[in-house]
């Protein structure tokens, strides 16, 4: 196997820490930005170089690519922080790291969106990887777009609900989706690293309903099965007040979460992790 140089941003995050893991068990060389080098544990010397720099700062990254040959990005925000906005961060901050990559020849750009972002264009989280993604394939760089179904830890959010004693859905609960580990993601998004100029969609071996998942969440937390159906005009009714009346940080993600939950969102199925364990090892930590 040819060992690849390659620079990891969004190193820190849910799934850059696993796409860390995998990388160096594969023997990559792998320079790492991250703004705080404590946030990572274990240098591998051999095979890990950290770099220290923020992707929304561009004089921060001046020759960051050097003698690089494929940049992955999963760089986003899901909750707007630091003032920052989706525009600063999920289109901007990839925009610089690109022109690094240009600028010193690196051959393949990997970028991680999210499932249908290219149909939600109009989701304030969607707007700014969409504008980003547009640039990426039009930029002469080979490319490869990943979009990952939700990611296991974005389900914890039903077993914080479950914790209470009952979750809350919108509508039937019969909508399906299929989530993804972060290993499992970063071992597809490794494998596929030869293919070019490509969409990779994305999610976990299981497809399950709203109401499976608040099933499991409910389960895995010995609670009795207590699920509320609340009507659907209810979900559009709270997207259109957040708008109205509260600024993008506060209703990006949760405008995010209820648009996506209102249909079914399933990917190609790949992976070993089944969200059952997940959530029985995240509810010993509740």
Same mark, same amino acid.
């Given at each position: ?9 969004? $190193? ?48 921060? %990254? ?34 610089? %790291? ?9 051959? @393949?750009?990997?970028?991680?969106? $999210? ?101 499991? /969440? ?10 509320? @159906? ?31 939950? $209102?249909?079914?969102?399933? /990917? ?14 995240? /509810?010993?930590?509740?």
């Amino acid at each position: 196997m040819q060992h690849t140089n390659i620079l990891l941003a969004g $190193a820190t995050g849910y799934l850059g820490r696993h796409l860390l893991t995998v990388l160096i068990e594969k023997q990559n060389q792998v320079v790492a930005i991250v703004r705080n080098p404590n946030q990572i544990d274990n240098p591998n010397e051999n095979y890990l170089e950290i770099k220290q720099a923020e992707v929304t700062k561009p004089e921060t %990254l001046r020759d960051i690519c050097k003698g690089i040959d494929t940049v992955i990005s999963t760089v986003g925000i899901t909750r707007q922080k630091d003032g920052l906005t989706y525009m600063d961060v999920d289109y901007q901050a990839n925009m610089n %790291l690109l022109i690094e990559a240009k600028k010193s020849g690196v051959n @393949h750009f990997v970028y991680v969106s $999210a499932i249908n972002g290219d149909k939600y264009r109009n989701l304030k989280i969607f707007e700014a990887k969409e504008k980003f993604v547009d640039a990426l394939k039009t930029s002469g760089l080979n490319y490869t777009i990943v979009r990952p179904n939700g990611f296991f830890s974005d389900m914890k959010d039903f077993l914080q609900m479950a914790k209470s004693g009952r979750v809350y859905l919108f509508g039937s609960g019969s909508q399906k989706f299929n989530p993804i580990h972060g290993e499992d993601l970063a071992n597809a998004i490794i494998d596929n690293l030869k293919d070019y100029n490509k969409t990779i969609t994305i999610g976990g071996p299981e497809v399950l309903s709203l109401n499976d998942i608040s099933k499991l /969440a409910l389960t895995s937390l010995n609670k009795p099965i207590k699920i509320t @159906h609340l009507p659907d005009f209810l979900r559009r009714f709270t997207i259109w007040t957040l708008r109205t009346f509260t600024s993008v940080k506060t209703y990006g993600p949760i405008e995010f979460f209820l648009t996506l939950m $209102a249909d079914d969102n399933v /990917a190609p199925t790949y992976g070993k992790y089944h969200l059952k364990d997940y959530f029985r090892e995240e /509810a010993k930590t509740l």
